[in-house]
T-cell receptor
Framework: EDQVTQSPEALRLQEGESSSLNCSYT??????LFWYRQDPGKGPEFLFT???AGEEKEKERLKATLTKKESFLHITAPKPEDSATYLC??????????FGKGITLSVRP | GAGVSQSPRYKVAKRGQDVALRCDPI?????LFWYQQALGQGPEFLTY????????KSGLPSDRFFAERPEGSVSTLKIQRTQQEDSAVYLC?????????????FGPGTRLLVL
């Protein structure tokens, strides 16, 4: 059974204080690892897809990296508008997306 | 362009009532997915359509849950004889190509509360 564990459960940062969010996974036949952002009362918003170990993708203050066992979402100099829940999901051989519980990020001005 | 839309946004049902949740995917998207998200949890897969064909319904929690997409666009998730444990947010997502490898774009969800 595919599993995704995200840590920490919650993270509070000061504006400008860089940090990383972790996503550890076990999957049978990884076909993709996805990062989404979810704001309260809204659906998940797509951020990145990573397909193989060593791959990296960037978007504004966010950078996602992938190894064979985990993925990191690095946030550089965060702003209050980066506050949200960040979800990690894996697509395995069973063709289903398996999500972690998410990491709630709060950035204080 | 327009994203995935869902209706109603909120639904309150009495235990035992039947409910129907609607999803309008992005125009032209072949694949459509339903997920259930409990409070403080990540979304959990329910079912998947490619055009009008339901290719995977292994995530549906019981035979009270039924989904359809008769013309390959709009989809309806029906829950019969609702129970309190059905209270959750129901998310719909669509993707352009056939197969879940493609990026899934989510709607805002329907928040269901069963009293």
């Amino acid at each position: 059974e595919d599993q995704v564990t995200q840590s920490p459960e919650a993270l509070r940062l000061q504006e400008g204080e860089s940090s990383s969010l972790n996503c550890s996974y076990t999957v049978s036949g990884l076909r993709g690892l996805f990062w989404y952002r979810q704001d309260p009362g809204k659906g998940p918003e797509f951020l990145f897809t990573l397909y193989s170990a060593g791959e990296e993708k960037e978007k504004e203050r966010l950078k996602a990296t992938l190894t064979k066992k985990e993925s990191f979402l690095h946030i550089t100099a965060p702003k209050p508008e980066d506050s949200a829940t960040y979800l990690c999901a894996v697509l395995g051989a069973n063709s289903k997306l398996t999500f972690g519980k998410g990491i709630t990020l709060s950035v204080r001005p | 362009g327009a994203g995935v839309s869902q209706s109603p946004r909120y639904k309150v049902a009495k235990r035992g009532q039947d409910v129907a949740l609607r999803c309008d995917p992005i125009s032209g998207h072949v694949s459509l997915f339903w997920y259930q998200q409990a409070l403080g949890q990540g979304p959990e897969f329910l079912t998947y359509f490619q055009n009008e064909a339901q290719l995977d319904k292994s995530g549906l929690p019981s035979d009270r849950f039924f989904a359809e997409r008769p013309e390959g666009s709009v989809s309806t998730l029906k829950i019969q004889r609702t129970q309190q444990e059905d209270s959750a947010v129901y998310l719909c997502a669509s993707s352009l190509a056939g197969g879940p490898q493609e990026t899934q774009y989510f709607g805002p969800g329907t928040r269901l509360l069963v009293l």
